[in-house]
């Protein structure tokens, strides 16, 4: 097994993206590609200690910025870093790519250099999102912001497998996001979701209304990318404004400071779970290949968490279990 | 002025909205006409003291319930609480109107009944939106599923007389929810809603992503109503998560417990940020009166901050302002 990762992706490049890789070698014992500068990537790999056959270095001479156009930017940087990593996986080099460079390009470069499984109309991001129970998947979480039907079936089956073969989740309970329980309530959109999901091969348990989502109530949280970027992006919004304002309120005066400090690690605690550097990247499904988007911001820990996670991706044959879910499908959901 | 409760709606029924109803009299200093069952709600009233003058009852035989078909209860039960109530307004024997009953009902005898101001095509829910640097409107909070471009002109007109009128905002800001910020991005109906909005005669500054929401970027949040509903049900939820983790951190040994003792104050001070209770209700805004709905669960305290908000809403003419704004648009937004 072979994981390639884009190391000059990312907001803090090779810094972090390499001691990202050499604590997941070290502590998972992967073998890692990185794709990028060379002399830049071995002066941060010469100041750790780690197994040297296990981490190899491919040089690239490009890196695709964050302000690329992103399709323009796949086609033309035929030598960056990131469109190196894709072509691994193409090639069969590499049975994984993780990137935290530019998301569109990223995903441009998923559906151009691997291409879409045969029956996939639209390949979607996976995130995990963090609830009170545990940990559910959403899907679609950017990738396509407007969607057909047959969409919103292909989101539940890709997410009930990763569901169940990364999170580890038996028959994973898969819902739309709607604004009411019963069917027949939403936008044109979901009402149609709502009848393609009921005949489709996951278990599809209806309607999920966006104030029980993070309270755990669905394994699968199935809406359009639209949809589920305004939910990531709230949920991220909501909790650092509590957080924020928590904090204000302890500190307020001396009293609440030193209640504060009594509770220091039970705050600790609290926040580790809203954490998204503990939950890896966004697994980009339906395209041929694995391929993680990690965050921007992404740290040394999430990069590490990122590689652990493709690791269980190609360790259960996630791409292969698409494949032929949507081959035993046939032809019940093309339209 | 008069303002008529719908005595009989919400979750708690006569016991709340009239214990709310007295209140307000008593604080605010405000006529109300009580409409629903003579006897019960006079069985309430009597256990208070209030200048008596001030509340009037209309009785009604009947209840819209929960589970009722909105339009159809409309139709049929003309001798219910609601509608009785709705038909003052109309008759112009009271200035606005509140119920925590039914909500569908209630937009739809809204729209039946009061019938649409001139010129606005959707009539949308309004509420407020609690951010950490005050408060924001959110419209449209759920009337209107799907939407067609000029709708979110219309929701950038009213959200902006509303936040100016009643929340005091001068000039406010309006932005459209979209998942990123430059124009174009989007999925078709905000791409088309934000060409719209551009001309439009209010403060437009461009798309506010959901994740700075909740921090108070925007004065009005524009979105069609199905993402307006999921941006306050998952705020809730988040929320709602967020405290139910924190109590359980803050109270799993001794020490926390002293620890979160010294911090109640504190502690409680946060969670009043979030307590809906506060706002009062939603006002249906585009409807040819003023209607204000409350939230199902509401309390005697959240019934009597609906009565307060129905008063700001009348002194500030707030239906009138949107029919000129509306009126003086012309055919500029006629599709």
Same mark, same amino acid.
């Given at each position: ?56 270095? $491919?040089?690239? !001479? ?8 992103? @399709?323009?930017? /796949?086609? +033309?940087? %035929? ?73 919103? $079936?292909?989101? !539940? ?8 073969? @990364?999170?580890? /989740?038996? +028959?994973? %309970? ?162």
């Amino acid at each position: 097994m072979k994981i390639v990762l884009d190391a000059m992706g990312g907001d803090h490049g090779p810094k972090v993206t390499v001691k990202g890789a050499v604590d997941a070698v070290n502590q998972y014992g992967v073998n890692l590609i990185l794709t990028g500068d060379e002399a830049k990537l071995n002066e941060v790999l010469k100041q750790y200690n780690y197994p040297s056959e296990k981490i190899e270095i $491919v040089h690239c !001479g490009d890196i695709i910025e964050n302000e690329d156009k992103p @399709v323009a930017a /796949i086609r +033309k940087k %035929k030598d960056s870093s990131m469109v190196v990593a894709l072509n691994l996986v193409k090639d069969g080099k590499a049975d994984a790519i993780i990137s935290a460079g530019n998301t569109g390009a990223l995903l441009a470069g998923g559906l151009l250099i691997l291409g879409r499984i045969k029956g996939i109309d639209r390949p979607a991001l996976a995130p995990v999102f963090p609830t009170y129970k545990g940990t559910s998947v959403l899907i679609d979480g950017g990738a396509n912001a407007d969607c057909k039907p047959r969409n919103f $079936v292909e989101f !539940g089956i890709m997410g009930s497998i990763y569901a169940e073969k @990364v999170l580890g /989740i038996q +028959k994973p %309970k898969v819902c739309l996001v709607n604004i009411g329980i019963e069917e027949g309530k939403g936008n044109d959109i979901t009402k149609e979701a709502y009848k393609a999901c009921k005949n489709a091969p996951f278990n599809f348990q209806g309607n999920v209304e966006a104030r029980d989502i993070p309270d755990g109530y669905t394994d699968v949280i199935v809406c359009d990318g639209f949809t589920g970027n305004v939910v990531l992006k709230l949920t991220e919004g909501v909790a650092g404004t509590i957080f924020k304002i928590l904090k204000e309120e302890l500190t307020k005066n001396p009293i609440r400071k030193l209640g504060a400090l009594m509770l220091k690690s039970g705050l600790r605690g609290f926040k580790k779970r809203f954490d998204y550097t503990e939950y890896g990247g966004a697994p980009f499904l339906g395209v041929n290949g694995a391929l993680i988007k990690a965050h921007g911001s992404s740290d040394e820990k999430a990069i590490k968490n990122a590689i652990r996670q493709a690791k269980i991706v190609i360790e259960n044959g996630v791409v292969d279990n698409i494949k032929n879910e949507i081959k035993d499908l046939g032809a019940d959901i093309v339209e």
